[in-house]
């Protein structure tokens, strides 16, 4: 095949498929946790990673790891002890994120407004090896995270008191779901773009939600939906030349909207079934009583 005699397509197609695991792989428990949004607000902090990666001619993909995981923890404990006050310091949190990371590129030898598009948007062509050699030890640890400690981090998703009485660590629990959330972004970010890598958490487990209601199906039909936005994606990019990030999340809210669209009429049905099933067997009491069913006092 054409597409595979690059080298830059074959990293691209690489990267493509462990951030198709890894994205919908946290993303399921950040639905849980009705956090659907955390992912862009870790983006928009990895900015300034980014920025600082070509002001110190390092890789921008470790840089980008280590500010937003300082950023996905502040995040975390904002929301654990903030109060009033605490969206306020979100929304500061992020847009100083992305502003840093505008100022500081432009600060260095190397970096420039154009080099952030590939950043934010993804880019194919700029996969380069170390950049493979960092997604992978990244994605790994994604997995190894997810996978590995399923059944604690679903617990603490899914009911926090409930996981705090079994004597779960709920308070470390929740700091390393945000860690893994910031190492996803940064798995992410050259393929789908710091601004659209929150989608790829979310809609894969959304739409996996529409088929599924058990949390292990759940989590393998997002993982396998992630898996083919992401390939599908990258090679119409190629063809088409068109983005991959934009083309990656488009295909995946298709699939979203295509099996909701299969599956409410089917669930409609269903319920139509039970309550036509319920009223058959609702019984006319008051012309079956027998004496015998006379309570006595």
């Known amino acids: 095949m054409e597409i595979l005699e690059t080298a830059f397509m074959q990293r691209a197609l690489i990267a493509a498929v462990l951030v198709g695991i ?11 946790r009705r956090q659907a949004l955390m992912g862009d607000g870790i983006g928009h902090v990895a900015m300034t990673g980014v920025g600082l990666g070509f ?17 996905a923890v502040t995040m975390e404990l904002i929301r654990a002890y903030g109060r009033t006050r605490g969206d306020i310091a979100l929304a500061m949190l992020f847009y100083g994120g ?3 990371g505008v100022l500081l ?25 170390a950049d493979l050699t ?19 981090l679903f617990a603490v998703s899914q009911d926090e008191e409930f996981a705090r009485v079994t004597g779960l660590p709920v308070r470390a629990l929740n700091l390393l779901i945000a860690v893994t ?19 790829l958490m979310v809609v894969p487990v959304a739409a996996a939600q529409q088929i599924s209601r058990s949390f292990r199906a759940t989590f393998a039909i997002a993982v396998t939906i992630g898996v083919t936005v992401t390939l599908a994606g990258t090679t119409t990019s190629y063809y088409q030349d068109v983005p991959p990030g934009a ?22 049905r269903r319920a139509r079934t039970l309550e036509a099933r319920g009223a ?9 009583r027998r004496p015998s069913d006379d309570v006595k006092v």
């Open 247 to 268: 083309t990656i999340v488009l295909l995946a809210i298709g699939i979203f909207v295509v099996l909701t669209a299969l599956v409410t009429p089917l669930a409609r």
């Open 181 to 199: 959330a910031a190492v996803t972004v940064s798995v992410a970010m050259r393929v789908v773009g710091l601004l659209l890598v929150s989608a």
């Open 98 to 100: 992305m502003a840093g």
């Open 134 to 152: 960092a997604i992978s030890l990244l994605a790994a640890f994604v997995v190894l995270v997810s996978v590995g400690l399923r059944r604690q």
């Open 280 to 288: 058959q067997c609702t019984v006319d009491m008051p012309g079956n």
């Open 55 to 71: 002001l110190l001619s390092t890789n921008p993909i470790w840089m980008a790891t280590i500010v937003s995981v300082v950023g």
């Open 22 to 32: 890894t994205a919908p792989a946290i993303g399921i428990y950040l639905v849980q």
């Open 105 to 129: 590129i432009n600060l260095s030898d190397t970096g420039s407004t154009a080099n952030l598009s590939s950043f934010l948007f993804g880019s194919l062509s700029t996969v380069s090896d």
